[in-house]
């Protein structure tokens, strides 16, 4: 059984403050993969980062970081800086390797005030 | 690359009606898939394509959906006698094989009355 979480359902911040979205999931796969997707009000999801089990690395593009750590299972991400353009709801997806479908998080809506 | 694209972008029905959704994938992209998301969900998978082949669908494609990928690039989506609870959006998004990266489309949103 494959099972993400993400416990934040809203989340605002003022312009500028960093933030920290959390995603923990569960599957009994050894090799999977785990990805990041945001949804503006437009409703088109945009493809931000795919991690594979093997990487445990922290990857960091521009203000956003993303934190993968299997001991926990969890792979958070932050935005530094926060803009108003960063307002949208945000999706932690999970997949078995072999599989071709991505399981989702229920989200976590982000509200950058200006 | 003008990105995966859907249409209609937004569909009003009766119960009972047929309604059929378009979804054109990423040119070079073989791999098609279909999701459903509901108001405050993630997306939930539906079905997946390679080529025109349908490789794979969810407990949650009951008989009243069919889905087709006739020559192996666009694909429909259709709901015969639709119910109030199919009202969500409908979401299309495509890979290259060998690749899990899936590139979505903008989404038809279906509200059935």
């Known amino acids: 059984a494959q099972k993400v979480t993400q416990a934040q359902t809203e989340i605002s911040v003022v312009e500028k403050e960093d933030v920290t979205l959390d995603c923990v999931y569960e599957t009994r796969d050894t090799t999977y993969y785990l990805f990041w997707y945001k949804q503006p009000p437009s409703g088109e999801l945009v493809f931000l980062i795919r991690?594979?089990?093997?990487?445990?690395q922290n990857e960091i593009s521009g203000r956003y970081s993303w934190n993968f750590q299997k001991s926990t299972s969890s792979f958070n991400f932050t935005i530094t800086a926060s803009q108003v353009v960063d307002s949208a709801v945000y999706f932690c997806a999970l997949s078995q390797t072999g599989a071709n479908n991505l399981f989702f998080g229920t989200g976590t809506r982000l509200t950058v005030i200006p | 690359d003008t990105g995966v694209s859907q249409d209609p972008r937004h569909k009003i029905t009766k119960r009972g009606q047929n309604v059929t959704f378009r979804c054109d994938p990423i040119?070079?992209?073989?791999?098609l898939y279909w999701y459903r998301q509901t108001l405050g969900q993630g997306p939930e998978f539906l079905t997946y394509?390679?080529?025109?082949?349908?490789?794979?669908k969810s407990r949650l494609l009951s008989d009243r959906f069919s889905a087709e990928r006739p020559k192996g690039s666009f694909s429909t989506l259709e709901i015969q006698r639709t119910e109030q609870g199919d009202s969500a959006m409908y979401l299309c998004?495509?890979?290259?094989?060998?690749?899990?990266?899936?590139?979505f489309g903008p989404g038809t949103r279906l509200t059935v009355l």
């Open positions: 998004a495509s890979s290259k094989t060998g690749d899990n990266e899936q590139f």
């Open positions: 991690r594979n089990s093997f990487d445990e």
């Open positions: 040119s070079e992209h073989n791999r």
């Open positions: 394509f390679q080529n025109e082949a349908q490789l794979e």
